[in-house]
């Protein structure tokens, strides 16, 4: 698991979380080959690296970030989004 997760945009109004390392390179895989560059390749090199073992997460998770940063496509959650602003009742349901 990343120590926080990294949201992006993958479509008009609809927001992906990336939580850890699988979901990244999952989200890397499913990329389209045309836009796939050398920022593409170093951050899915340091994914790799990082789920071998041999990379720190931090660092997969940072390159992960440029990555979308440069593919314009990085989303600043800072606070809640209004969806998960709900207060958990029983069960686990959200209540508004």
Same mark, same amino acid.
């Given at each position: 698991?990343?120590?926080?997760?990294v =949201?992006v !945009?993958?479509?008009?109004?609809? #927001?992906?979380? #990336?939580?850890c390392?699988?979901d990244?390179l999952?989200?890397?895989?499913?990329?389209p080959m045309?836009?796939?560059?050398s920022i593409?390749?170093?951050?899915? !090199?340091?994914?790799?690296?990082?789920f071998?073992?041999?990379?720190?997460?931090?660092g997969a !998770?940072?390159? =992960?970030v440029?990555?979308? *940063?440069?593919a *314009? #496509?990085?989303?600043?959650? !800072?606070?809640?989004?209004?969806w998960? *602003?709900?207060k958990?009742?029983?069960?686990?349901?959200?209540t508004v």
């Open positions: 698991m990343f120590e926080s997760p =949201f !945009r993958v479509a008009e109004g609809l #927001i992906e979380e #990336i939580a390392l699988e990244a999952e989200f890397f895989y499913d990329w045309k836009r796939r560059g593409h390749q170093t951050a899915v !090199r340091a994914c790799q690296r990082a071998e073992g041999s990379f720190p997460p931090s !998770r940072d390159a =992960f440029g990555f979308t *940063k440069s *314009k #496509i990085f989303e600043d959650v !800072r606070e809640p989004m209004p998960m *602003k709900g958990l009742g029983q069960g686990g349901d959200a």
